[in-house]
C-alpha cells in the first residue's frame, strides 16, 4: 500500500511553480495581444488638428500697403481647414484677386473661398493685405493675426508693421 501512495502522489500533476510560470506567461501574452489591438483602435479616433505658424513677416508693397506674409505647417495628425483670417479682432475680406488696389483702409486675405485645406505634414501660407491709410494702424505698431479653422482652433501670431 506504501509503494501505491508513493505512486499517486507522483504522478499527480505539474508542480506548482511550473503552473504560475504558465499562468504568468499566458496573462502577458494575452496583455500585449490586447495592448496592439487597442492601440490600433485608438489611433483611428485620435486624429487631431494642429497647425503651427512658422513665420510672420510684414512688407510693403508699391501702393505703400502692408503685406504680412503667414508661413504655416500642420503637424498634427488630421487635414486642417482654414477658413477665416482677424487682424486684431477684424475679419478679413477673402478676395484672390487682392493685392488692395492703391492705397485705402482695407483688410483682404488670400484666403481660398472653401478655405485652405493643409494635409498633415503639410505647409501653406496666407498673405494679408492692411491699406495703408488704415485708421488705426500705423508703421511699428505690433497686430494680432488669427487664423481661424474649420475645426473651431485659432491660431494667432503677432506681427509688427514696419
Not at 3 to 30: D, E, F
Not at 86 to 109: C, E, F, H, R
Not at 117 to 123: A, F, P, R, V
Amino acid at each position: 500500500m506504501k509503494s501505491q501512495n508513493k505512486i499517486s502522489r507522483k504522478s499527480k500533476a505539474v508542480s506548482p511553480v511550473i503552473a504560475t510560470v504558465i499562468l504568468v506567461a499566458v496573462a502577458i501574452t494575452v496583455a500585449v495581444a490586447v495592448s496592439y489591438w487597442m492601440s490600433g483602435i485608438s489611433g483611428q479616433y485620435t486624429s487631431f488638428e494642429k497647425v503651427e505658424i512658422s513665420s510672420g513677416l510684414c512688407t510693403v508693397d508699391g501702393n505703400n500697403n502692408w503685406v504680412i506674409t503667414i508661413t504655416l505647417k500642420n503637424s498634427g495628425t488630421a487635414a486642417a481647414t482654414l477658413d477665416s483670417v482677424y487682424l486684431n479682432d477684424v475679419g478679413a475680406t477673402i478676395d484672390q484677386t487682392a493685392p488692395i488696389n492703391g492705397t485705402g483702409t482695407g483688410l483682404t486675405s488670400d484666403l481660398p473661398a472653401l478655405g485652405l485645406k493643409l494635409e498633415s505634414g503639410q505647409s501653406g501660407t496666407v498673405i494679408i493685405w492692411v491699406g495703408a491709410s488704415h485708421p488705426y494702424l500705423s508703421a511699428g505698431t505690433t497686430v494680432n493675426v488669427k487664423i481661424h479653422s474649420a475645426g473651431g482652433m485659432d491660431y494667432i501670431k503677432l506681427v509688427k508693421l514696419i
